[in-house]
């Protein structure tokens, strides 16, 4: 029980941070950015789940006269403090052109919650069938 | 009474009776919506980079499709739509198509 509050009281939660890089900068100034992307993260006391380079990628719309953008999704886990100087710190970046911050913890418990929940039914409606099937089989023996 | 089987929306009316468009809709017939998918399975976390999902609600000029005609439940088609727009916000999907 307590350790469960305690858990409430830090308020871990994730987030999906993605951002797009001017496609002119070098690729290892993207990398550069990323490493202090990941370190403002931990400074925060925040950690790195997941970090995907996914690359060049064509615009749907031109953003800034430009038709491409380097996309890079972080996925993070921490008390939102560090989103904040993330964001601080991404408006000010010439580098990045366009980014998004989307906490994702509450969705994907309401969608696990939503699959316990068929399997759960789908449990019951199995013991219903089998508990039927053995009923059966004695009176055909019987007959 | 002939139940509204196609447009649930409308209240029903009694067979034979006639609309002389006195009642509203103007002397246009009224408009006959086609449900086209009647049973989209939409999973149980929408993924916004999910483009591919999304996609399917898109048409041509880029638009979110409207629940009549996608035929998800309400709150399938909530879902559906705000991921549309954040994908839109990071160009992963167009605000206008033309």
Do not use: C
């Not at chain 1, 858990?7 to 950015?33: C, F, G, H, N, W």
């Not at chain 1, 990323?34 to 690359?55: C, F, L, Q, Y």
């Not at chain 1, 994907?108 to 939503?114: D, P, Q, S, V």
Request: avoid cysteine; glycine fraction near 6%.
């Amino acid at each position: 029980m307590d350790s469960q509050k305690e858990e409430k009281k830090l308020a871990q939660r994730t987030y999906e941070v993605m951002y797009i890089v001017d496609p002119e900068t070098p690729a290892d100034r993207i990398e550069k950015l990323n490493e202090a992307v990941g370190k403002v993260i931990e400074k925060e006391g925040g950690t790195v789940v997941r970090m995907d380079d996914i690359g060049r990628k064509q615009l749907a719309y031109p953003i800034e006269k430009k038709n491409e953008g380097h996309y890079v999704l972080f996925e993070i886990n921490g008390s939102g403090q560090e989103i904040l100087e993330l964001e601080r710190r991404m408006r000010v970046n010439d580098m990045i052109i366009r980014y998004i911050t989307i906490r994702v913890d509450e969705d994907r418990k309401k969608a696990e919650k939503l699959q316990a929940k068929r399997e759960n039914r789908q449990a019951k409606r199995a013991r219903f069938r089998a508990t039927e099937e053995t009923a059966d089989t004695p009176a055909e023996a019987a007959a | 009474m002939a139940e509204n089987f196609d447009r649930p929306d409308r209240p029903e009316r009694a067979e034979g009776e006639m609309d002389f468009g006195d009642e509203g809709f103007g002397d246009k017939a009224p408009r006959r919506y086609q449900r086209r998918r009647p049973r989209q399975v939409v999973p149980d976390y929408v993924d916004w980079k999910d483009i591919d999902l999304l996609r399917q609600f898109i048409p041509e000029r880029g638009k979110i499709m409207p629940r009549r005609i996608s035929g998800i439940s309400a709150k399938d088609q909530r879902r559906i739509a705000t991921a549309i727009k954040r994908a839109r916000s990071m160009a992963m999907l167009p605000f206008v198509v033309d």
